[in-house]
């Protein structure tokens, strides 16, 4: 059975709404966004739909940063996805060594500290996510909805894990949904946004960019590389789309 999972309300503020999309590690590449692009002010509410690490180079960067910015007052939030929660899983289940090598799979081994269990200020990040946040006019989640289900937002499986999922905007209680998770091509994305979708994809595979070859999706499509490799964002109220070309190496 599910765990019951942590939800948060946060209600408008008086400057912009941004949500970013999966930064799998992309440091630098957020902060050309951020601060290039998007000219990120205090006084925004920033949200990002889960996978902050793991793929790309530089997840303890990331991290790093996000926290130094929360402390300088930034208006960050942050929705669990699925690899945040493997990580705490992981790191609770595998002794040291092993969980040496999970990291080593996801490429991640920057957030090893002391006694080779993940830093304690990434530990608490990760606990303090949670894995739905509803605002007055989105619902926030990493990955899908089992709307079939009598209380959907109830499944934390479901919130991290699922795609391909019917979206209904009624049984949403008349809420888009913003995701991520699953990597999306940016004509869909755009799509979703310019009509008014039930739910809207914010993951354009921003770690594929330097892959070669075509990518199959759990869809059973293949799509050219080029067709992805962007941090997304997503300005709520103007309802502009931002798309960053990775530049991590």
């Known amino acids: 059975m599910d765990a019951k999972p942590l939800r948060q309300f946060v209600p408008r503020g008086q400057s912009r709404r941004l949500v970013i999309g999966d930064v799998h590690g992309c440091a630098v590449t957020l902060e050309i966004l951020m601060f290039r692009t998007l000219d990120l002010q205090p006084s925004d509410q920033v949200f990002f739909i889960g ?13 790093s940063r996000l926290l130094a910015l929360l402390d300088k007052g930034y208006q960050l939030h942050f929705v669990r996805g699925n690899h945040e929660e493997n990580l705490l899983a992981a790191e609770r289940e595998y002794e040291p060594g092993y969980f040496w090598g999970y990291l080593k799979r996801m490429g991640a081994l920057d957030l090893l500290g002391p006694g080779q269990r993940l830093r ?12 739905h946040i509803e605002l007055d006019d989105f619902h926030l989640l990493h990955a899908g909805l089992d709307l079939a289900k009598a209380w ?13 999922w019917p979206a209904d905007l009624e049984k949403q209680g008349g809420k888009p949904v913003l995701y991520g998770h699953q990597p999306t091509t940016r004509p869909v994305i755009e799509r979703a946004v310019r009509e008014a979708h039930a739910k809207i994809p914010l993951d354009n595979g921003c770690v594929y960019r330097h892959k070669s070859r075509p990518l199959r999706m759990a869809s059973g499509d293949d799509f050219r590389a080029e067709d992805f490799g ?6 709520l109220d103007s309802r502009s789309l931002f798309f960053e070309p990775m530049v991590d190496s």
């Open 152 to 164: 959907p937002f109830e499944a934390a499986s479901d919130l991290l894990e699922l795609r391909d």
């Open 51 to 63: 996978d902050l690490v793991d793929k790309g180079p530089r997840s303890a960067q990331v991290l």
């Open 120 to 131: 304690a200020e990434f530990r608490r990040l990760f606990e303090a996510m949670p894995h």
């Open 230 to 235: 962007h941090l997304c964002a997503f300005e």
